[in-house]
């Protein structure tokens, strides 16, 4: 076995997820093959965030198989830890490998296909060469749970017809995989850099808990020295994300704040510019908000999920903030900084619902300077305690409420775009072409052919097709 293919599924700390995956298989000298097809050894990394995701998984699994059945077929992720038994089930998968076990897919792999070589073994404090999307992974010290192994009936995966499982209790790991993500298709010159995972909340919608375990962070030394090797490699903007980022360093003794975290970035990294990626309402301190607002090399830029606008729907939601509390944050934000993006996610159909519960979220909406929306249907997820909730919400009024709200979005961005007009902002280009990404959030195109990953100023003429046009 001498090339892999590693196709990501979902958010962002997923897709950090699989360029650590890459990582390991690169490390013990397997080359990456440019398509699924071209691999004879293609790793799934799987969501679940939705019914959506899982399906999307499924199709990849039988399009790889029926178009090269020969390909061995991993399947990591979110959905194998969910429901490995569901997956091994389907024909071509040749083993399944949990969240918890994700940090030494590699080692298993190789190991259970007779292709691992003494060299192989990695040391876990090193870092590597960022050029070649190789990161630090966490510390040696982090503890080890051991492999709980099970088999399942399959369709041919191996010699004996079973197919391999490798799942434990994630609630028991404080691994946490780091590696910079790169968008090779879009976007090569802001790196997205995964500092947290997990989460303890207890949303009644969500899944994400039950299959990414407590909330653990990237030690901070490690963020810098990681940070640090993406300023010498020569990227001016990184983007910092998690799946609950705010609560970074909770789970340190004695406790840290996020608000450290940022400090000691612009203290101790050259560091260009610094994008946060989702915070929950509740972790928008005052602090980190003047953080983001009197720093020039903090990208003006919030994203905070509201999920509903209703209090009743929040309660049963089971989220720590009531409106009220969300709109006070919003409005704080937009006055420390008059030009930010500000974003936020909203559910819809969430069960129960009623038709004045949905113009709640609606109004509330409606008056807040949102500069774009991340609009989701809901989707029942086993295990969680809305799947049970009575008065589950018809598919059609669901999707209807969400046409709605995203014309909503969709008139509040354009009307935010025209306001630069006739303005100079900042941007920096995403690769060598015309296209660039403001400070605050907004494409941009540009006059001419630009190189990538170099800060231009523009003057914006107009918008059209959801660009601001030079």
Known sequence: MTSFYVENFGCRATQADGASIEQQFQERGLSRAGTAAEAQLVVLNTCTVTAAADQDARAAIRRIYRHNPNTKIVVTGCY??????????????????????????????LRESGGLSPRAEINQGATHDAANNFVAQAASSL???????????????????????????IFAHTELLAAPVFDAANDRTRPNLKVQDGCDNRC???????????????????VLDEINVLVATGYKEVVISGINLGRWGRDFSPQTRFEDLVRAVLAETQLEKLRISSIEPMDWSDELIELAASSPRIAKH???????????????????????????????????????????????????????????????????PFTYLHVFTYSARPGTAAANMPRQVPVRIARERNRVLREVASRKKLDFM??????????I????????LTDNYLKLRLRGHHEANQWVRATVEDVRDGMLLE
């Open 143 to 169: 503890s080890f749970v051991p492999l709980a192994r099970l088999t399942v009936p399959g369709e041919g995966r191996e010699e004996d017809g079973r197919a391999q499982i490798f799942v434990s209790d």
């Open 302 to 368: 919030a994203h905070v999920p509201m999920q509903s606008g209703s209090d009743a729907v929040l309660r049963r939601m089971h989220r720590k903030y009531r409106p009220w509390h969300y709109c006070e944050k919003i409005e704080k934000i937009r006055a420390a900084m008059p030009s930010a993006a500000i974003g936020a996610d909203v559910m819809v159909g969430f069960p129960g619902e009623t038709d004045e519960e949905f113009n709640e979220t609606l109004r509330l909406i409606g008056s807040l």
């Open 204 to 222: 009644s919608f969500c899944v994400i808990p039950s299959v990414r375990g407590h909330s653990r962070s990237l030690p901070l030394t490690k």
């Open 429 to 436: 280009t995403l690769h060598a072409s015309a296209d660039a």
């Open 418 to 427: 025209r306001s630069f007009v006739g303005r100079e902002v900042e941007a």
């Open 80 to 109: 194998a830890q969910r429901a490995p038994e569901e997956i091994a089930a389907l024909a071509g998968v040749s083993q399944v490998l949990g969240n918890s076990h994700k940090h030494e897919l590699a080692q298993i792999v």
